[in-house]
């Protein structure tokens, strides 16, 4: 790949990578719990975008990153600008497909609901992702990655883990997709709270310059 790594825990990720084009690793964190003073770590992630968004976001010119980070509008807008997206997600602590796809399944649908946009579509669609994931086995180090183009309103998800072949779907509901997508890039009710206070920050120095 020719590009750096940046650590994400002990994780290894490249700064850019490249799809249809080079991509920048613009915000990066974990999902975590704390239980009983102890800290669980669940995955790693990686927030790639290209570059350009940073023309999408124009009026937040000059506002600080801990401003952005609590700006719901703004991560709207990071969510549906018009720029291609990778997120890469690393499993740290093992856990079965059936549950990550069961989070994903909860978070998203509550989020059509909110929206009123849960329709027998959105249902038949999000039942394809569950069922993408039912037989896997997520050992640490596994990657699941969610591919956004910048035109479409589809998205590929693919996984893959050691000893075995790369899985892939594509996903064609444009809801479910934008709904996956504010997941992870959904400001202050985002999955990892660190993720969005990295991208956040990352975002903020970009728009300065």
Not at 17 to 39: A, C, N, R, W
Not at 74 to 95: N, Q, T, Y
Not at 99 to 115: C, K
Request: proline share 4%.
């Amino acid at each position: 790949m020719g590009s750096e790594m940046v650590m994400v825990d002990e994780f290894p990720f490249p700064s850019q990578i490249t799809t249809t084009k080079p991509l920048s690793l613009m915000g990066h964190g974990l999902t975590d719990v704390e239980i009983h003073f102890l800290q669980i770590k669940f995955t790693a992630i990686g927030v790639y975008l290209d570059p350009e968004i940073v023309g999408h976001l124009k009026q937040w010119k000059g506002k600080p990153g801990n401003v952005l980070a609590e700006d719901d509008d703004f991560f709207e807008a990071v969510a549906s600008a018009p720029v291609e997206k990778f997120f890469r997600i690393v499993v740290i602590k093992e856990i079965k497909g059936s549950q990550y796809g069961g989070l994903l399944e909860s978070s998203v649908r509550d989020r059509l609901a909110a929206e009123d946009l849960y329709e027998e579509e959105e249902e038949a669609a999000l039942e394809k992702v569950v069922e993408f994931f039912q037989s896997k086995y997520c050992k640490t180090k596994s990657v699941i990655t969610f591919h956004f183009p910048a035109t479409s309103n589809t998205a590929e998800i693919a996984f893959s883990t050691e000893g075995k072949e790369d899985s892939k779907m594509v996903l064609e509901n444009g809801n479910v997709t934008k709904m996956i997508k504010k997941w992870y890039l959904g400001g202050t009710s985002g999955v990892s709270p660190t993720t969005i206070t990295s991208l956040a920050n990352t975002l903020s120095e970009k728009l300065s310059k």
